[in-house]
C-alpha cells in the first residue's frame, strides 16, 4: 500500500478536489436510492444450497445400515461410520482409521479440541492448558478468521499476531517465536484458500510448520481446511500434506486437521471431521464419549450417499464454481474500474474459497463501513480479521461476494467502491490540507 502522504501528493497535482467532490455527488447519487444489502457473511447462495436438494431426499428407510452393518439409527460408533471416513480419506490425506466424522460444524470440533487441551491437556501435556503458570498464546496469522480469534479470546488465550505473506505464515517470524516461548500452545491455519486473502501455503511453509523445533512439547497446529475442494480458477491448488509432514519429521500429534461438508452441501445440515494422529484420535474420541453417546450417523449415511466418491465431489465443486467464480470476477471488474486510477486500494484475487481481502487507505476502513451502511449496504466488520478484533492500520475488510445475486452485487461493489474513493479522497485532502500542498 502506497504511503499517504505520497498518495496525497501524487492525486493533489491531478485535481484532489474535483476527485473529490465527484466522490461526493455519487456517494450523495447512491445514498438516496434506498437500498438495502446485506453481505456481511460468506455464505452459499440459495442457488448453490440448491445443487444438493437431492440430498433430502435420500431415503434410508429400507437402507439404514452401513458398510460394515452399523445400525444408522441407533446410538455408538462414536468415530463415525467407516465410509464416511473412507470418503474424506484422500481429501484429507489421513489414514480412515484416524478421522473422526462427528457432528455438523467444524468449528464446533476446534472449539472442543481447544476446550478439551484447556481442561485435560493434550497427550504430549504435563498439565491442563489452563493450569499453565503464565497462560497460554496461540499464533494468529492475519488477516485471519475472525471466529478462529473469538475462541481464543473466549478461554483467554493471548493472541500474537503473525503477518500473511503471498505463501502462507512469515515463516522467519513464526520459527523463532515457537522456538523461543514455551507459553506458545498453537497456531491458527486456513491453508488453502485462506480467509480472507484466498492464500493457499506453498510447500515449502508446511514443510516448516510440521519441521520446526518448538519450546511447547504439546505444540498444536490447528488445520483448519474448510476449503481443500473449494477452487475458483479451473486448476486447483496443491497443498502439501501437513499430516505425512509432520510424521516425517516425528511430529505425528502435532496437526489437528479440520474439514466439513458445510460449504459443499448443506451448511449447518452437514458434517464434519477431525483428522489426526492415532493418539489425538484416542485422546479425542475419549472426551467425546463424556458429551454425546454418539454422533448422527443418519445424516453421515445420507451425506455419504449423495456425495459417493471424491471424483463426484469433485463434479458437485466444479458446479458451485461454476456459480462463484462470475462473482469474484465481478468484484475484479468493479474494484479495477472504479478504483484502479487512484492508488487507494489494493485487493486479493483469490484462486478459490469464499472472500477477497481488500486493503484500503490506512486511516479509513472503520469510515468506508460507516459510510457503506448509511448507504444501505453492509459488507463488513472492520478489524475483525484481527486478534481482539483491531486492525492497527484500520485499513483491512472482508468482501463476502458469495450470496447476493449477480445485479445486487453489482450495486453493492459500485457502492463499496465509492465509499473507498470518498474516504480515501477526504482523509488525503485533510493530509494534503494539513501540509500546504492545498489551499
Ligand atoms: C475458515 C473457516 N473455518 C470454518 C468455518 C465454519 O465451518 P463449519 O460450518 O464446518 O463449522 C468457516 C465458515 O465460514 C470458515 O471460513
Avoid at 117 to 122: D, L, P, S, V, Y
Avoid at 164 to 186: C, H
Avoid at 337 to 365: I, K
Wanted: charged letters at 20%.
Amino acid at each position: 500500500m502506497m504511503n499517504v502522504v505520497d498518495s496525497a501528493l501524487k492525486i493533489a497535482r491531478d485535481d484532489l478536489n474535483r476527485l473529490k467532490s465527484g466522490a461526493d455527488v455519487e456517494y450523495l447519487r447512491y445514498s438516496k436510492m434506498g437500498l438495502k444489502i446485506d453481505m456481511t457473511r460468506g455464505i452459499p447462495s440459495p442457488q448453490q444450497i440448491g445443487l444438493s436438494t437431492a440430498l433430502l431426499d435420500v431415503s434410508l428407510a429400507s437402507d439404514y445400515l452401513s458398510e460394515d452393518g452399523t445400525d444408522s439409527r441407533n446410538y455408538g460408533g462414536q468415530q463415525g461410520l467407516l465410509e464416511a471416513r473412507r470418503l474424506f480419506s484422500p481429501i484429507v490425506g489421513v489414514p480412515e482409521e484416524q478421522i473422526v466424522v462427528g457432528g455438523n460444524s467444524s468449528l464446533a470440533l476446534m472449539y472442543e479440541c481447544l476446550a478439551q487441551a484447556w481442561r485435560h491437556g493434550t497427550p504430549d501435556s504435563e498439565c491442563a492448558w489452563s493450569q499453565e503458570p503464565g497462560g497460554i498464546s496461540f499464533i494468529c496469522v492475519t488477516p485471519g478468521y475472525d471466529r478462529h480469534f473469538a475462541m481464543c479470546e473466549d478461554f483467554g488465550v493471548r493472541m500474537i499476531s503473525v503477518p500473511m505473506l503471498d505463501d502462507g505464515p512469515d515463516m522467519g517470524l513464526v520459527k523463532r517465536l515457537v522456538a523461543n516461548d514455551s507459553s506458545i500452545k498453537g497456531i491458527w491455519c486456513v491453508p488453502k484458500y485462506s480467509n480472507p486473502t484466498g492464500t493457499t501455503y506453498s510447500k515449502e511453509v508446511v514443510e516448516a510448520l510440521a519441521a520446526m523445533p518448538t519450546a511447547a512439547k504439546d505444540f498444536r497446529i490447528f488445520w483448519d481446511n474448510a476449503y481443500v475442494v473449494h477452487p475458483l480458477a479451473e486448476v486447483d491448488d496443491s497443498l502439501e500434506n501437513i499430516y505425512m509432514q509432520a510424521a516425517r519429521h516425528g511430529h505425528s500429534n502435532r496437526p489437528l486437521i479440520f474439514a466439513s461438508t458445510s460449504k459443499m452441501t448443506l451448511p449447518g445440515g452437514g458434517i464434519a471431521l477431525l483428522a489426526s494422529s492415532k493418539d489425538n484420535t484416542a485422546w479425542w474420541l475419549k472426551a467425546a464419549a463424556l458429551r454425546s453417546v454418539g454422533p448422527d450417523k443418519v445424516n453421515q449415511l445420507r451425506q455419504v450417499r449423495f456425495l459417493r466418491s471424491p471424483e463426484k465431489i469433485k463434479e458437485l465443486m466444479e458446479q458451485h464454481r461454476q456459480m462463484l467464480q462470475p462473482k469474484f470476477e465481478r468484484v475484479h471488474e468493479v474494484f479495477s474500474r472504479m478504483l484502479g486510477d487512484y492508488g487507494v486500494a489494493q485487493w486479493s484475487r483469490p484462486r478459490g474459497g469464499y472472500f477477497v481481502s481488500l486493503e484500503v487507505l490506512p486511516g479509513t476502513a472503520k469510515r468506508v463501513v460507516d459510510l457503506a451502511a448509511q448507504a444501505g449496504v453492509k459488507f463488513a466488520t472492520p478489524g475483525s480479521c484481527f486478534p481482539y478484533g483491531v486492525d492497527e492500520r484500520d485499513s483491512q475488510l472482508r468482501i463476502a461476494p458469495s450470496y447476493p445475486e449477480m445485479a445486487e452485487l453489482t450495486t453493492a461493489l459500485d457502492v463499496i467502491s465509492i465509499c473507498v474513493a470518498k474516504a480515501a479522497f477526504d482523509r488525503l485532502s485533510a493530509i494534503a490540507a494539513a501540509s500546504g500542498f492545498i489551499e
